[in-house]
């Protein structure tokens, strides 16, 4: 009814960007950006009400609701600093968390990038099929695979009696939470980085080899530099991952509380209903900060990785 | 121990245990270095064979040993008795841990719940994403709002459990309350809220609600990044022909996008599948909440019946495979259109 009344703007079509404003602002309506409004405080409410009670006063948080706050505002920091310094508190929990997720990103990151490479550029016989079988393995729940690893890292792998390979002897250190984050995250990293791997430009693989250099040094100076948005991507992910898992940290930890990572403990204050009521607010603040700073902080490449497909399956 | 000492003990045994760190890090990258050096010193035919060896066999060893054999390992456990880790003795029973899984009565109601999961979860998400990727598009500055959709899909499903706990925690009512949901009911006049998490079957419904809220960002992006992707000529010559809000979306952006809508819809299916750490922490299976992925837990790890519990392993994986195998058909049709 109202734009198309005079004949200019039908003489002149709008393009590009300018047109994607244009259709934007007839369809921004103050009803849709209210309601978008309200959906996004809706889902930050819950995560608001936990924040606020980290810093409430323990006799406060334990009796009244967070939203009590607003009307008779207390403030304390005895919470963190209980859950910070005592024993059995969330610092050594912290550490591990740290001590596991390190690790677990970055070895990952290399045993994938290399296969991706032999993958992509130095194609064999077969090597189609190794592709295609390592990506197929996305469909194994790692639910699967738990008992039998469990096995093979107490007494080695053994089929029908015979010992093939021995066990590792990392039973109950977390160098074993290290191995199983790694085995599981291959699938979904070797398509990955392949993926990106196998378009960089020909041009340059061939150059490098003119000049000399090998395939192993290829790798080393030209692929994994210029591979790095995609390693971004994925290492947000298997970082997310391996930090707000709780399903292998569980399995694999072993029971001493002195290794176990943030979920695990937190897990277990949770079920321990009453005896540290008034630490559950400042200790899952704290287990949920540091993956939240590390989401906000890379966002971009998260996303990236999420539309390329990186979804554990 | 005083104070002082317990602090130094806490302090050194975070520095032993992020020195093992560094060292393994450091360690790793090392010998990648080493093998790199020495290898890199062949030359001549078997310089690419080798090559191919070096890249390639780290990730084919560790595959096979975690997941191939494993898996292998766990349909063969889901047809004996065994009962506990690292048995010796254990005897084929053939198919009676599935026959019981199907129609031990408890077992079975755990199914149907997965099931109900698996239906509502991914329909929500979907649903909430679909919305808000619509109302985001239409904001002159979206971030705000959309970053506190997307926030959840970085907190850990038991930190979610803890968040969530101050929504569903009960006290008497003649208390004041701490969960934010009773305060609700009372404000609204239900004088007499139920403690949530115990009255079955609402405890279930309540605790796919958080799963929702953890999954409902991911799909706004994903189907965020198709609609934006939907040419803007198509949106606005639909316009001219006087379409417009929900017949719009309804017979242009929907059939645009149904494949993305497709491929959200199993991502989440999947997850919930194999969600076990709301459960586990918010009521660990008991008041008639357990799903199959945190009963596995239990029959695998707690009440030593790994070869019923590997049965339901499979029958998960069994369940997961389509769901996969269609998602990645989609995904290759729409790489093939693109």
Redesign the interface.
């Known amino acids: 009814m109202t734009s198309v009344s005079t004949s200019a703007d039908v003489k002149k079509p709008l393009k590009g960007a300018e047109a994607r404003k244009a259709v934007r602002r007839t369809f921004s309506t103050p009803i849709a950006s209210i309601a978008a409004v309200a959906i996004g405080l809706l889902w930050t409410i819950p995560t608001l009400g936990l924040f606020i009670n980290s810093f409430r006063g323990k006799e406060d948080a334990a009796t009244t609701g967070w939203w009590e706050f607003f009307t008779h505002p207390t403030f304390s920091l005895d919470g963190y600093r209980q859950v910070l310094t005592g024993s059995g508190g969330m610092f050594i929990p912290l550490v591990n968390s740290l001590a596991i997720t390190i690790p677990a990103t970055i070895i990952p990151i290399f045993i994938a990038s290399m296969a991706g490479y032999a993958i992509a550029w130095l194609p064999f016989k077969g090597s189609d099929f190794i592709f295609f079988g390592i990506f197929a393995l996305q469909v194994v729940p790692l639910q699967m695979a738990l008992v039998p690893l469990q096995q093979y890292y107490v007494h080695g792998l053994r089929i029908a009696g015979v010992t093939i390979l021995p066990s590792p002897h990392i039973n109950g250190t977390i160098a074993q939470i290290w191995l199983s984050h790694t085995m599981f995250s291959l699938p979904l990293a070797v398509f990955l980085l392949h993926n990106f791997i196998a378009q960089l430009p020909r041009s340059l693989m061939e150059a490098a080899r003119i000049d000399g250099a090998s395939h192993l040094r290829i790798f080393s100076s030209i692929v994994l530099p210029l591979t790095l948005p995609a390693i971004a991507s994925f290492a947000i992910f298997q970082f997310l991952w391996v930090w707000n898992d709780l399903l292998v940290a569980k399995v694999f930890g072993g029971t001493d509380p002195n290794q176990q990572p943030v979920t695990a403990r937190m897990q277990n204050l949770v079920g321990n209903f009453g005896a540290h009521q008034e630490l559950l607010a400042p200790a899952g603040f704290l287990t949920i900060v540091i993956p939240v700073i590390v989401f906000l902080a890379l966002q971009r490449y998260f996303v990236r990785g999420l539309l390329a497909g990186s979804v554990k399956g | 121990m005083s104070a002082a000492s317990?602090?130094t003990s806490?302090a050194s045994?975070?520095g032993t245990?992020?020195l093992?760190?560094v060292l393994?890090?450091g360690g790793?990258?090392g010998i990648?270095a080493i093998v790199?050096f020495i290898?890199?010193r062949v030359?001549g035919r078997f310089?690419?064979p080798l090559?191919?060896i070096?890249?390639?066999v780290?990730?084919?060893f560790?595959?096979t040993?975690?997941?191939?054999?494993?898996?292998l390992?766990?349909?063969n456990?889901s047809f004996t008795d065994q009962q506990f880790?690292?048995q010796q003795k254990v005897s084929y029973i053939g198919l009676k841990n599935y026959i019981h899984a199907f129609t031990d009565p408890a077992t079975q109601q755990t199914i149907v719940r997965t099931v109900l999961w698996l239906l509502i979860v991914p329909a929500f998400a979907v649903g909430?994403g679909m919305?808000?990727a619509?109302?985001?598009?239409?904001?002159?500055h979206?971030s705000?709002?959309?970053?506190?959709?997307?926030?959840?899909?970085?907190?850990?499903?038991?930190?979610a459990?803890?968040?969530?706990?101050?929504?569903y925690s009960w006290k008497d009512p003649s208390?004041?309350?701490?969960?934010?949901l009773s305060?609700l009911a009372i404000w609204l006049g239900w004088n007499n809220p139920p403690n949530w998490m115990l009255s079955s079957p609402l405890n279930t419904f309540l605790m796919m609600v958080i799963l929702i809220?953890i999954q409902?960002?991911?799909s706004m992006?994903?189907l965020g990044?198709a609609l934006k992707a939907i040419p803007?000529?198509v949106?606005?010559s639909a316009?001219m022909d006087g379409a417009s809000g929900w017949r719009l979306f309804r017979s242009i952006q929907v059939p645009m996008i149904r494949s993305t809508i497709v491929v959200v819809l199993t991502?989440v299916m999947?997850?919930t599948?194999?969600v076990?750490?709301i459960v586990?922490?918010?009521t660990?299976g008991n008041f008639n909440t357990d799903i199959i992925?945190r009963r596995?837990?239990s029959d695998?790890?707690v009440t030593s019946q790994?070869g019923r519990?590997?049965a339901l392993?499979?029958i998960?994986?069994i369940a997961?495979?389509p769901l996969?195998?269609y998602?990645v058909r989609q995904?290759r049709r729409e790489r093939e259109i693109r």
Do not use: H
């Open positions: 317990l602090v806490v045994q975070a245990t992020l093992g760190v393994a890090v790793f990258i990648l790199f290898a890199g030359t310089e690419r090559a191919i070096i890249c390639l780290p990730a084919l560790l595959v040993l975690g997941l191939i054999i494993p898996a390992t766990t349909i456990n880790l690292g909430v919305l808000m619509l109302l985001v598009d239409r904001m002159k979206p705000l709002p959309k970053t506190m959709v997307f926030l959840p899909t970085a907190i850990s499903f038991v930190g459990a803890v968040i969530w706990g101050y929504v208390l004041p309350q701490t969960g934010l305060q809220w409902a960002g991911f992006v994903v990044a803007e000529e949106v606005e316009r991502t999947i997850t599948l194999k076990f750490d586990f922490t918010m660990n992925a596995m837990f695998m790890f790994v519990g590997s392993a499979v998960l994986f997961v495979i996969v195998f998602n995904l």
